[in-house]
């Protein structure tokens, strides 16, 4: 069984559309995060949520809204993408937010042209 | 916010040791992961130090120096399925749940 699933794996649209990533961990964690990894691999934490209240959230544009129903879920909604957006973006999960362990998900491989 | 120096890539052939070196400058330090990551595939979670000295786990081995600022990850016995990139990523306290990821070693294995 996946314990950290999102969907889409690969994600291609056009600029200036709004497109979702959708997180799901089977895990119990209490902690979930998005992070994003662009073309020089480098990966950068944007957003984290423990228990569904947001308890990091960095310097990312407001196109980026992070929503989660409950703790097992935390979705990622882009506004107008734009070329810089073109990244693979990884959700993660810990069991609480003193993070002894984060389990990354498959990744959203997201192409705008 | 953290500094995290990692060397860009490393090769070595099959059978042998790679020690990947990794230093941090940060404050409230709370402990420093390694996480492998191939390539078009998740990171996922190697070792975590949060005090001095050496882990061992099979194959691998981490160790953290707190008062230098230097961790390594040692590969033994290396295998051509090592070849990954090694992220090196640092927790503080000021900052609960948020790590903080070098830009990663290319470890390429050769025959």
């Known amino acids: 069984d996946t314990a950290v699933s999102q969907t889409p794996k690969y994600l291609v649209t056009q600029m200036g559309n709004d497109k979702s990533i959708k997180c799901e961990q089977n895990?119990?964690?209490?902690?979930m995060y998005w992070y994003k990894q662009d073309s020089k691999k480098f990966l950068k934490i944007m957003f984290s949520?423990?228990?569904?209240?947001?308890?990091i959230n960095e310097t990312v544009p407001n196109r980026f809204s992070p929503k989660s129903p409950d703790k097992a879920h935390l979705n990622l909604h882009i506004n107008s993408l734009e070329l810089g957006d073109s990244a693979v973006y990884f959700c993660?999960?810990?069991?609480?937010?003193?993070?002894?362990?984060?389990?990354f998900g498959q990744g959203t491989r997201l192409t705008v042209v | 916010g953290q500094n995290i120096d990692q060397p860009t890539e490393m090769t070595a052939t099959e059978g042998a040791i790679v020690q990947i070196n990794c230093t941090y400058q940060?404050?409230?330090?709370?402990?420093l992961f390694w996480y492998q990551q191939h390539a078009g595939e998740a990171p996922t979670f190697l070792s975590y130090?949060?005090?001095?000295g050496l882990e061992e786990k099979g194959r691998f081995s981490s160790f953290l120096s707190r008062s230098k600022g230097y961790s390594y990850l040692l590969l033994k016995e290396l295998q051509m399925k090592d070849s990954a990139s090694y992220l090196c990523?640092?927790?503080?306290?000021?900052?609960?749940?948020?790590?903080?990821f070098g830009a990663g070693t290319q470890v390429v294995v050769t025959p």
């Open positions: 993660a999960s810990s069991p609480d937010r003193s993070l002894t362990e984060a389990f």
């Open positions: 895990l119990g964690h209490d902690t």
């Open positions: 949520y423990n228990n569904k209240e947001l308890i």
């Open positions: 940060t404050s409230g330090f709370n402990g």
């Open positions: 130090n949060v005090l001095d």
């Open positions: 990523a640092v927790s503080t306290t000021d900052s609960w749940g948020k790590l903080q």
